[in-house]
């Protein structure tokens, strides 16, 4: 039996993801459109851009520092099986397949050597300002994560049907893994909204890790299916401001034996 329905006005519950001392400093990035501001741009709209110029600062701050990305299944990997990951790793992700991250993200990724992780909203896929199946394909054949964003991006607490919450989430995963041709693992969270239903689901359908957008950088075994991230926009604090503060709360809140991030 699944977990009772979260209220509708109830806030996601605390992430299980960085409980205990015991896991990996992972900062996991979390862009979404990728583009310059334009004047037909509404606020919540710019609250979701960050330009190419910043992103630009931010991946030649992370090459100059030597960090090296990694997919959320390496992060999986690691927390479950003890598998190595680098030095100073990170996993950089993108939602919603904007069509501006193809063609002003991808172009930085390749300049500055880094991979990342691009989160498909299948029914947007092919719309106006959307990428295409092609150039998901192609960014597959690259070495980029492609993981799934559910099928039409609604808040999946608020979804009163196990069945309709079942299709957003593990029928959006086939439509993808029909198009690519191999496993899809890592979910997304619309919104960064869950419960433990929906988890319940996800990891029923055999996701290894699901993101939220609860703000930390510490993850363990027990919260791959609600790991913490760090929005980037325009309108967030710089890059290293963010990482120096969330790394150094990881480092003491793992030296009291509590690793939670604190909510926004």
Known sequence: MLPPRTPARQLPPMPRDGEGNTGAVVPILIYHSIRPYVPTDTK???????TPETLESELSYLRTNGYSSVTFDALASHLQNGAPLPARPIIISFDDDWQSQYVNAVPLLRKYGFTATFFVWVRAVGREHHMTWDEIRE??????????????????????SDDTLRREIVAARNMIEAHIGHPVTSLAYPFGQYDERVVAIAREAGFTSARSTWPGVFHTRDGLLSLTGLIRTERTESLVDTLSKHIAQAERSTMSGSGLAEPR
């Open 44 to 50: 919540g709209a710019r609250r979701w851009i960050a």
């Open 139 to 160: 960014l597959d054949a690259e070495g980029m994560e492609i993981g799934c964003h559910t099928l039409t991006h609604l808040i999946l607490p608020k979804l009163r």
